[in-house]
Nanobody
Framework: QVQVVESGGGLVQAGGSLRLSCAAS????????MGWYRQAPGKEHLFVAR???????NYADSVKGRFTISRDNAKNTVYLQMNSLKPEDTAVYYC????????WGQGTQVTVSS
C-alpha cells in the first residue's frame, strides 16, 4: 500500500525548469511501478511518465525528450525533472502507481508563463 505527497511545483517562465518530488509511504514502494499524471482545468488525469521497479521508463509523446522521471528507493521518492517547459505543460501534477490504484493526493501546481 502506497500513499504519496507531491511537491516542487511553482511558477516558471517558458523554457525554464522545475523538479517535482513525490514522497511515498509504505515499504512496498521499491516494488511498484510509479508514475506522474497531470490534470489541466476541465481535463481528465493524463499519463505523463512512469518508472518501473527495474528503472525502465516510459513517457507521453508530449513530454518525451523534455522530462525525465527517476526514483530513489532509499528515500521512497520519485522525481520528475521538467526542462524546456511550455505553457501547455501548465497543470496540477500528481504521483500515483501505474495504473493509478491509490487515491489521488493534492498534487502540485505547475504554471508556465509565456
Amino acid at each position: 500500500q502506497v500513499q504519496v505527497v507531491e511537491s516542487g511545483g511553482g511558477l516558471v517562465q517558458a523554457g525554464g525548469s522545475l523538479r517535482l518530488s513525490c514522497a511515498a509511504s509504505g515499504n512496498t514502494f521499491s516494488g511498484k511501478t510509479m508514475g506522474w499524471y497531470r490534470q489541466a482545468p476541465g481535463k481528465e488525469h493524463l499519463f505523463v511518465a512512469r518508472i518501473s521497479s527495474g528503472d525502465s521508463t516510459n513517457y507521453a509523446d508530449s513530454v518525451k525528450g523534455r522530462f525525465t522521471i527517476s526514483r530513489d528507493n532509499a528515500k521512497n521518492t520519485v522525481y520528475l525533472q521538467m526542462n524546456s517547459l511550455k505553457p501547455e505543460d501548465t497543470a496540477v501534477y500528481y504521483c500515483n502507481t501505474v495504473p493509478p490504484l491509490i487515491n489521488w493526493g493534492q498534487g502540485t501546481q505547475v504554471t508556465v508563463s509565456s
